[in-house]
């Protein structure tokens, strides 16, 4: 008996669809509440900032996978969205969806109007080439051609608006339908290939050719102006985009035009924020806050202050400990740095008790799949240098230092990409200090230290992953990725056992059996003490000049960001009130005030 899941059942005759079972039983869900306002207007330019110019345009090969990535794939619309608050899924690229019988396959109707931002209608082959591009050699990516080489079996064009998607292993439909919503096409008819000896039709030079070229998108903003280094213009498509006959569409992405600007120090882009210059910023730091937020533009009321809590899915991170380093292969000098950084202190005394830690390294709030048993190791020095003695650091230097008999220093280098972060740092290494620890700091700009990373260059990493409602494993601790650049597995750690677990997880039927995998190898993980977890944030903090506008209930529990600011993805529902700005920027002229704005939304506060 077929399930009808989270969805409306609707019936299509099947006349002309040959290659489908007679029986299929279609299925959508239109019924989901709106979170956008029909009060948005369109037009205007938000102007925002990020920290570093993209290594590439590309989201696929090397560098492929930095932060401007958001805009380029992140963000575009895929096969099927999960409703932000309900979490039920609803139609994207996809207005519906049916079951195969056999536990594999899965039918998809896209949207007939869907187009590129080229005006390229949208093909179901379009779905295809996708998986022909990242099963390909040319794109130089490992994790890509593995994934999609034994993840899907096919994906077929049945016609120009019905796609099949075969998966390589049984899975019930709560799987399926996960493995299947987060597939975005791409565009066959921009990346055809000049030359393909291999035949695989993918360009033999895709690296090179398509290192600064973006490539047409699905959503309402594509790559407009291009000022290498300095800028990038994302456009509108216009009222008349594709998207907005999808009901769930309409009253987002309202602005015409997203500058963003490259400024690489943080306290030049709040000046640039306070001027006017920026419309936008974020104020998760407790000093601006608080503290930096006393401004002249705060107190007039020409910039609000919004605070609004939500249920994200909190990624892995933050210490990555690369345990093919010297010293770093011994579980007790990795528990000796767990033991030595005062992360709780650093939340009392930087972050001002906003935070809280986070329990594990592998992040929470995936449900059954997240291990609700881990905590982390508490900040112990009297437990951390035994830990150190155990691994024989016995000697402390004149500068209070441990070394052992081959005169190896207790010394570490921590790897970090921005300048704000500095002033954590520099607190938790005057604390591990006691225990007889060094920990030297390694500020690598922007983009260059997500590079850094990923060809294993580091001694400790501090940085934190985005994730989903499902976590993965395999690309972070399986054998197969240890040891070799360009991949997630910034710990260079496995095991057998790990191994056996991580491909048991991924080749599983049921899902409540994923779940306790997982677990399973999230304390695996824990116990081998590969990642110090940090501290987390269930809220947004942003600042907002105030003719920026945005829906009576602002929060849904997965909004990750009010407006655009940097790689945290939003679901547009702001836009820009063209009288209030006018009206605000006389004001400024003239010095004339209005009553400061704080806005608080609890609704998901834990």
């Not at 779905?127 to 794109?139: A, G």
């Not at 000796?336 to 992360?343: E, H």
């Not at 972070?476 to 597995?489: C, L, V």
Request: proline fraction near 5%.
């Amino acid at each position: 008996m077929k399930r009808t899941l989270l969805a409306t059942t609707l019936l299509f005759p099947v006349v002309a669809w040959s290659a489908l079972p007679d029986d299929v039983e279609w299925l959508t869900n239109n019924d989901e509440p709106l979170f956008a306002s029909p009060e948005a207007k369109f037009g205007g330019t938000l102007r925002t900032s990020i920290a570093s110019f993209p290594q590439t345009f590309r989201t696929v090969g090397p560098d492929g996978n930095g932060a401007f990535r958001v805009w380029l794939l992140d963000k575009q619309p895929q096969l099927l969205q999960r409703h932000p608050d309900t979490l039920k899924y609803i139609p994207d690229i996809a207005t519906h969806w049916a079951f195969g019988d056999d536990d594999k396959t899965i039918y998809l109707k896209l949207n007939p109007a869907a187009k590129w931002s080229d005006s390229k209608p949208l093909k179901a082959s379009d779905f295809s080439y996708m998986l022909k591009l990242y099963r390909s050699k040319d794109i130089i990516d490992p994790w890509f051609n593995t994934y999609y080489s034994t993840q899907i079996e096919r994906i077929d064009a049945l016609d120009d608006h019905t796609v099949e998607i075969v998966f390589s292993k049984e899975m019930d439909h709560d799987a399926l339908l996960y493995f299947t919503h987060r597939l975005k096409p791409r565009a066959e008819h921009f990346l055809k290939p000049r030359a393909d000896k291999n035949n695989d039709g993918v360009d033999d030079n895709f690296v090179r050719r398509f290192n600064f070229k973006p490539e047409p998108t699905m959503g309402a903003y594509y790559v407009g102006k291009i000022k290498k280094g300095k800028s990038i213009t994302m456009l509108h498509v216009g009222e008349d985009w594709w998207g907005y006959s999808n009901r769930y569409y309409q009253n987002r992405y309202n602005v015409e035009k997203v500058r963003i600007k490259v400024i690489r120090d943080n306290d030049i882009a709040f000046k640039h924020f306070e001027k006017g210059d920026l419309d936008i910023y974020r104020l998760g730091r407790a000093e601006l806050w608080y503290d930096k937020s006393q401004s002249e533009p705060f107190k007039k009321g020409y910039i609000h202050k919004f605070w609004g809590y939500n249920q994200m899915e909190i990624g892995a991170g933050s210490f990555w400990l690369n345990t093919a380093r010297p010293m770093l292969d011994d579980i007790n000098v990795r528990k000796g740095i767990a033991l030595s950084l005062n992360v709780d202190g650093l939340n009392e005394n930087i972050f001002r008790g906003d935070y809280s830690r986070k329990p594990n390294g592998l992040g929470i709030g995936q449900g059954a799949f997240t291990n609700t048993d881990l905590s982390p190791l508490p900040f112990d020095i009297a437990s951390a240098i035994k830990s150190f003695e155990l691994a024989g650091f016995t000697h402390v230097g004149s500068d209070g230092i441990r070394s052992n008999a081959k005169g190896q220093r207790l010394s570490f280098a921590v790897t970090y990409s921005h300048q704000i972060v500095t002033p954590r740092l520099a607190y938790l290494k005057e604390q591990a200090k006691a225990a007889g620890l060094e920990l030297t700091m390694n500020l690598v700009d922007g983009s260059s230290a997500f590079k850094y990373v990923l060809e294993k260059k580091h001694e400790i990493s501090y940085h934190s992953m985005g994730t989903a409602p499902r976590p993965q494993y395999w690309e972070y601790f399986h054998s197969a990725n240890a040891g070799k650049p360009q991949n997630n597995n910034f710990t260079n750690y496995s095991t057998p056992e790990l191994d056996v677990l991580i491909m048991q997880y991924r080749s599983v039927f049921s899902t409540s059996e994923k779940e306790r995998l997982s677990r399973e190898i999230q304390q695996q993980v824990h116990d081998a003490t590969v990642i110090v977890p940090g501290v987390m944030s269930p809220y947004i903090r942003e600042g907002y000049w105030r003719w920026m506008k945005y829906p009576a209930n602002p929060m849904q529990k997965k909004t990750e960001a009010l407006f655009t600011i940097g790689r945290l993805d939003d679901f547009g529902v702001y836009w820009i009130d063209q009288d209030v700005k006018k009206a605000t920027l006389k004001a400024v002229k003239k010095g004339q005030a209005f009553e400061p704005v704080t806005v608080v939304d609890k609704r998901y506060k834990p």
